[in-house]
């Protein structure tokens, strides 16, 4: 059973930095794509950050410069390191991770996300 769990979220003061892990379990993989999403209260998920194997990164606009996003490929562990938060951070963050779980004969799709976790960015 794949499990992708997420932990690091917080009360944070605007201004401050928060670091988000993301971990997947469960099998052994050959991870393509990882990347954070969030929702905002209200609003739809949006994409964050995504590191893509042989491609590199990619942001959303109004995160670039404050949040960098990394991976870990022996722990199949990915990390948003996020500064400079502002209010409007505040949301569910959410990871997102794909490729192939090769411990399955034939190696079957990988496609998770985990459960959340919530960002408050607030004085």
């Known amino acids: 059973q794949v499990q992708v769990v997420e932990s690091g979220g917080g009360l944070v003061q605007p201004g401050g930095s928060l670091r988000l892990s993301c971990a997947v379990s469960g099998g052994t993989f050959n991870i393509q794509f990882m990347a954070w999403y969030r929702q905002p209260p209200g609003k739809q998920r949006e994409l964050v950050a995504s590191v893509t194997s042989g491609i590199g990164t990619n942001y959303a606009p109004s995160v670039k410069g404050r949040f960098t996003i990394s991976r870990e490929n022996a722990k199949n562990t990915v990390y948003l390191q996020m500064d400079s938060l502002k209010p409007e951070d505040t949301a569910v963050y959410y990871c997102?991770?794909?490729?192939?779980?090769?411990?399955?004969?034939?190696?079957?799709?990988?496609?998770?996300w985990g459960q959340g976790t919530q960002v408050t960015v607030s004085s």
């Open positions: 997102n991770v794909r490729g192939a779980i090769t411990s399955l004969s034939p190696a079957h799709e990988l496609d998770s």
